[in-house]
């Protein structure tokens, strides 16, 4: 238990990113709300664009997979129930690591809330909880856009999960990186360049160095 204590990794970990977007306010809030209806009732249909450049290699299927990999933890999606009225989505997901699933019907709800000021500046939130606290406690995507006068839009984005107590020990701040950072920067990457081009080209994605 004192090692454990002693070496507990924060479980608390985030991605805050700023950005001037060439799309309108209505442009961006279209496909935020595309983006966010999609993860809570048919997250398998993400892949074709904001997901686009985030699934595994044709290399990274066979090599030997370690903490550090791009694919060291994967979520797989398994039944979909979607509340429109309420804007409440539930998905069960089996959770691998290494390749191998250490977790079974884990149960993601999420909850998305659009608040506009008078200004017309736009607060989509979309806040999830597992069933599973012993693997994720809590996490947010907080997507806010502020219309400029030349046509732009100042955006603000923020994607953050509070691990839990086991899933924690595992995540130390190099397989975060490999494995999971620089994939909720991609996602908000596709985000942008969908809103300015009306789709999403593929590229090789992977971790930042």
């Known amino acids: 238990m004192l090692s454990t204590t002693a070496f507990a990794r924060p479980q608390m ?27 809570q009732a048919c997250p398998d249909s993400l892949f074709g664009w904001i997901y686009l450049g985030l699934e595994e290699t044709p290399e990274s299927k066979t090599e030997e997979k370690t903490k550090e990999s791009r694919d060291a933890i994967q979520l797989r ?25 250490w977790w079974k019907d884990q149960h993601l709800v999420t909850q998305y809330v659009l608040t506009t000021s008078p200004n017309n500046f736009r607060k989509a939130h979309m806040t999830a909880k597992y069933s599973g606290t012993s693997i994720l406690e809590a996490g947010d995507m907080i997507i806010t856009m502020q219309p400029l006068a030349d046509g732009t839009t100042k ?34 990457e596709n985000v942008i360049e969908c809103a300015e081009t009306g789709t999403v080209q593929y590229r090789f994605r992977g971790p930042k160095k």
């Open 155 to 188: 955006v603000h984005y923020e994607f953050r999960l509070v691990f839990g107590r086991i899933l924690s020990l595992f995540i130390s701040d190099k397989t975060w990186a490999n494995a999971m950072q620089w994939r909720f920067e991609t996602i908000f």
């Open 13 to 39: 970990r985030e991605v805050v990113m700023d950005t001037i977007s060439k799309a309108s306010v209505a442009q961006l809030q279209h496909v935020v709300d595309s983006f966010y209806y999609q993860f």
């Open 77 to 101: 999606y398994q039944d979909r129930v979607y509340d429109p009225t309420h804007k409440i989505g539930d998905v069960a997901i089996d959770i691998y690591v290494l390749g191998t699933r």
